[in-house]
């Protein structure tokens, strides 16, 4: 009798060393050091269990590298004062407005629709209501950049999203939409 | 006493039932009496497309909930303000120039285009609000009622079914033995007796060696295979997000969130402030949203409480729409790891390249809970480099060295591994 209680028990532990797989689990890993960087990574914590993030802000009144500043501010003013005076520096070509087109499609259409009539996909499923059409806004190349920075009302900042070369690029996008759309 | 109770109860329960149902009718009556349906339709069509991106009825948004506005102001108040709040603020009005300094100074925008009967029918959908809907709340009754059975229930099932057989089977067998049939060895003996005539064979004892062999080889082996192979990852995330509602329903690009794919060696976990660029507006989700994971089932209730992790983090008030300033890191599980020592660029794949994402990532706008759809071996990387035909168009700067490299290897068009692909060096270095 004990042999068989011995047979049955040996029996199972083996089964249960091969069957412990959940996909809620890692695999084991060979020599786990080699597996995870020892520098910080992207969206890393700086020590495991801290609540600091390893992304950080840049520090105060410095520049990070191939960023440009923006000198306008976020207030009602800034806003009229970008509309007048700011200017796209980058060249009107092809390049830039494919590209741009790239952008739109990805970080704009989706609410102001691949035309800029308002008529994006969460306009249609009602998830944002009220996206405005291009044509019936007053708006500039130097408004259009200044909201893709700040955001204007329920529209939230997208330049964490774009690089300053993007954003010239989807105004770019923007104010040829909207002259097909005033056609 | 008994029945007694029963009786009450049942006249409870009926005259409970009779109210609701009374309750039910005089409200429906109530609200087909007083609504002019043409006059809400149109002003809802009005206020969808023109206010609704700064106001809801019942919740402040960019400006004050709309609900009831009428009794809070002046008709003509209201119609000058619509339709250029700036003049009416340069004009000295003190309501006027009160309300914009409680929102911050929010312009609102004129709209001049706007008739008096526009504006009428505005104000008549801003008071009487939305039709009920009753689809929503029988869904709602339904889905309460509805509960899935666990699944370990079964399992006692059927164990206590197969210990009722074993038993049923030897107490039918001991009757037999005491109405005289001749005593059995039994099943334990039967078994005895085969291991024994086993145990003397010396040809099933080699058989049986090199089977016990192959089967160790075939688990030993499968399992060193699967160190640090961890396809079908699919841990529980902190927060439950769905990417069959975001970039499957609603279409949103997957670079929408993960911006740095096109730049960046990572496509970094969008920070927080991209989930507010909509969530700001969306505190809630949509009546009969349901996401279900293996563990639990969420239903509008346990999505919003999600939704509200998020409100947390950012540390946004979602009652006075302000920032708190308290933030917190959402603590998200890796999936996608590559070891250390493997050196893998997403913008070289992603916006040189031009490959899908869905190409390594897998059908992820399907996806409930993301789980690791491809093994990330090294094999895997080489197939997918033997197999790609790269695009040469527009690159004028190496035109000759591809025409070179395409006659070298007599090909049309060469592949990411003839390019150099699956040099050890362009990833372990």
Redesign the interface.
């Known amino acids: 009798m004990r042999k068989?209680i011995q047979f049955s028990v040996t029996l199972i532990v083996l089964l249960g060393l091969?069957a412990c797989?959940s996909?809620?689990?890692?695999?084991?890993?060979?020599m786990p050091d080699?597996?995870?960087?020892?520098p910080y990574?992207?969206?890393g914590?700086v020590k495991v269990s801290s609540?600091?993030?390893s992304?950080r802000k840049p520090v105060e009144g410095t520049i990070a590298r191939g960023k440009v500043p923006y000198e306008y501010t976020d207030?009602?003013e800034g806003y009229e004062k970008a509309k007048e005076q700011l200017i796209s520096p980058l060249a009107k070509n092809e390049e830039n407005l494919d590209n741009g087109k790239m952008m739109y499609?990805?970080?704009c259409a989706?609410c102001h629709g691949t035309k800029g009539d308002g008529n994006g996909?969460?306009s249609q499923?009602?998830?944002?209501?009220?996206?405005?059409n291009y044509k019936d806004r007053d708006i500039t190349e130097g408004s259009i950049y200044h909201v893709i920075m700040y955001?204007k009302?329920?529209?939230?900042?997208?330049a964490?999203?774009?690089?300053h070369k993007e954003r010239w690029q989807v105004v770019q996008y923007v104010e040829k939409l909207r002259n097909d759309l005033m056609k | 006493m008994k029945s007694v109770y029963l009786h009450n109860r049942i006249s409870k329960l009926l005259l409970k039932s009779v109210t609701f149902v009374l309750l039910f009718l005089m409200s429906f009556s109530v609200y087909s009496q007083d609504v002019d349906e043409a006059k809400q339709g149109e002003g809802k069509k009005l206020f969808k497309s023109l206010c609704a991106s700064c106001h809801k009825l019942d919740k402040k948004l960019v400006g004050p909930a709309l609900a009831g506005v009428e009794e809070r102001r002046e008709n003509d108040w209201l119609k000058k303000w619509i339709r250029n709040n700036a003049e009416l603020r340069a004009s000295g009005d003190r309501d006027a120039v009160a309300i914009y300094d409680e929102y911050n100074g929010a312009n609102m925008n004129a709209f001049p285009q706007l008739t008096d009967q526009d504006i009428d029918n505005i104000l008549y959908y801003t008071t009487v609000g939305d039709p009920r809907s009753k689809a929503s709340e029988s869904t709602e009754v339904v889905a309460t009622t509805q509960k899935e059975a666990p699944g370990w229930l079964i399992y006692i099932l059927a164990a206590i079914i197969v210990t009722a057989f074993l038993i049923i089977a030897s107490l039918l067998k001991t009757i037999s033995e005491l109405k005289g049939a001749p005593k059995t060895p039994g099943l334990l003996g039967n078994l005895h007796e085969l291991w024994i005539g086993v145990k003397q064979n010396t040809f099933l004892h080699v058989v049986g060696t090199i089977f016990f062999l192959l089967v160790a080889a075939y688990i030993g082996f499968g399992s060193l295979f699967s160190v640090g192979v961890d396809q079908g990852y699919q841990p529980i995330q902190p927060i439950a997000f769905s990417h069959k509602i975001h970039a499957g329903d609603n279409q949103i690009d997957c670079q929408y969130c993960h911006s740095s794919a096109k730049h960046s060696k990572h496509s970094g976990i969008p920070s927080v402030n991209v989930c507010m660029n909509c969530h700001k507006n969306i505190s809630e989700v949509a009546e009969n949203t349901v996401l279900v994971t293996e563990e639990k089932t969420y239903r509008k209730a346990d999505l919003d409480k999600e939704i509200q992790k998020i409100y947390k983090a950012a540390g946004w008030n979602s009652e006075t729409l302000e920032y708190t300033g308290e933030t917190e890191p959402i603590k998200w599980i890796r999936i996608h790891n590559l070891p250390d020592f493997a050196y893998f660029n997403h913008s070289q794949h992603v916006t040189v390249a031009g490959v899908a994402c869905q190409k390594c990532h897998g059908p992820v706008e399907t996806m409930e809970e993301l789980y690791q759809f491809s093994p990330l071996t090294m094999g895997w990387c080489i197939d997918c480099h033997r197999e790609t035909k790269v695009d040469l168009k527009g690159n004028e700067y190496y035109q000759k060295i591809h025409e070179q490299l395409a006659k070298k290897y007599g090909v049309e068009q060469v592949t990411a591994a003839q390019l150099g692909g699956l040099e050890c060096g362009k990833c372990h270095y």
């Not at chain 1, 009302?153 to 997208?158: E, K, R, W």
């Open positions: 068989y091969t797989s996909k809620r689990e890692r695999q084991p890993q060979y080699m597996y995870v960087a020892v990574e992207a969206d914590a609540n600091i993030s992304n207030t009602n499609g990805i970080y989706t996909v969460l499923r009602e998830k944002f209501l009220g996206i405005p955001g009302n329920l529209m939230g900042s997208h964490s999203q774009l690089t």
